[in-house]
Structure formats: C-alpha cells, structure tokens
C-alpha cells in the first residue's frame, strides 16, 4: 500500500485460523495492519466486523486494534503474510512479545 509507512514486523501464518479478537497492546504502534493470503486454498476470507475480505492474493490494510477480525473457514493450504508496527511497552512495565495477529501479551 503506498500510502502505509513501513511496517517493522511480520508474521507469517499456516493454516492459522483466528477467532473473533482485536489486536491486544498500546494501539499506540501503526494502527493499520497489512494482510494479504497466499496458497491454494477455498474459503479463508478475513471476516472484519462481519464483512467478509478476500485476501487470497489481495492485500487488505485494516485497524486490527480498533475492529474485530477473524478468520472464515477454508480447505486447502492456506498461508497469511501480516505487517504490523507494535509499539513496545514503556520501560520499567516488562518486557512483551506479540502475537501472530501483532497482539500483545505481558511477560
């Protein structure tokens, strides 16, 4: 996307399949995150507050910490690329690692 700045981190997903959630952390990092499927696959949409997205060789930007997103049920072989920027808690609060979805968690 050439309007989004660079993301600092990514994940990679095989056949990940997410239950509804938002984005755990600050929000304080980038808010947009940048998906986009790969394989050969049917199904698998990205579900955002409700809407189905076809991601499979389509990349989405979406605001993982503000709207509720999932995964659609797929067959086949399924792969997600996510771009996320986290902002790291502040210092003295722990220490955090993320998530594949770029969420957050305590040490």
């Known amino acids: 996307a050439p309007d989004r700045s660079p993301s600092t981190m990514v994940a990679i997903n095989r056949r990940a399949s997410f239950k509804p959630h938002t984005d755990a952390g600050s929000g304080m990092g980038q808010s947009t995150s940048l998906i986009v499927g790969l394989g050969d696959y049917s199904g698998g949409a990205l579900a955002i507050e409700g809407e189905a997205i076809d ?3 389509r990349p989405y930007a979406f605001d993982g910490w503000a709207q509720r997103h999932w995964t659609l049920p797929f ?3 399924r792969f997600s690329l996510v771009f996320f920027s986290p902002t790291p808690r502040r210092e003295g609060a ?3 690692r993320y998530d594949a979805c770029g969420g957050e968690h305590g040490p």
């Open 55 to 57: 991601i499979r060789y």
């Open 75 to 77: 067959e086949g072989e």
């Open 94 to 96: 722990g220490t955090a």
